[in-house]
């Protein structure tokens, strides 16, 4: 059975995704093929946080399957500005259409979301936590340009704390069997302890170093991602923390023939712009898989036309979860629900 929402990538088999991955490979050969996948299906894109790829590959990716959309890029349009809930909109647009993408500064609000939606959610990233569907993307990208997802040597730097792209990429790829990953980043912008605690028990092995050079010899892939200013407490800090990682032409020529550079974008100055032009950067071709990936996402998820009866779990505890960045601290309403994993009881809505 297929997921209903797509929260968290993990919640697909590895069969379920990579059935995923091989239709979005099949509509990348024959785009036109699909033209009418979705006829008189209706998207809505709630993005309360910027966003150019996520959103308008979303949009393409509807339009491009005969479906329409609706929705907004800039809260303070709607009646969010006059502090109208997230469950009073997920309840109102799941009304008017077959499918929700909803980007969030909180972590946990695509979660919170599905709660109350009578139609699939899917989270086109929530704060800091998690970012699926750049994972699909990375895996259709990764399947097209390497041809595996397993037995690779995967480089991330950058802001590995505040990434939600490098988070929910671990998790898939730690699923795939012979991963290892090597972590480029400072101390203060190091991988989450869970996330690595995730990688261990997959029995995948990861390291973690301060530079660039030591790890590029050894890379098939290198996930560079910029430091997320955003989701930074003050300014000094990010300051701190701006341009020490940039990967140039002369980096570059300590990498392999074939390794694979990917960005999720947007950059900021951490990949040179002469780096572009070497055959085995692959991020604007990252992007366009990305359209591909959510068109495969959008028709498995709206296969089934029925709306649902959202139905809201009881709370199972009454404290609230201590992660300052977690939907629940400020949507008050929401139920205090946590989840069982191996190292014991986390929050269901941003796992901390
Ligand atoms: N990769 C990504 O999420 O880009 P946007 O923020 O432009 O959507």
Redo the contacts with the bound molecule.
Sequence with gaps: MFVRDLIDLNQLSLDELDDVVDMACRISSHPTHYSSACRDKLMATLFY?????????FQSAMLRLGGKIIGFDNPNGTSVAKGESLKDTVMVLSGYTDIITI?NPLEGAAFAASLYSQVPVIN??DGGHL?PT?TL?DIVTLRNVLGRTENLVIGMCGDLKNGR?VHSLCKTMCRYGGNSFVFISTEELGMPQYIKDIITRSGCKYTEVRTIEEAMPYLDVLYMTRIQRERFDSFEEYKAQEGIYVLDEAKMKLGRPELCVLH???RVDEIAYEVDDDPRAYYFKQ?LY?MYARMALIIRLTSDSEKFIPKVPKPTHDFTCHNPKCITQFEKYLPHLTVETPDGPVCAYCEH
Excluded: I, N
């Design positions: 946080e910027p966003s150019t790829r996520t959103q308008m590959s980007r086109a990233g970012h750049q993307t792209t999720p974008l947007p992007t990305g």
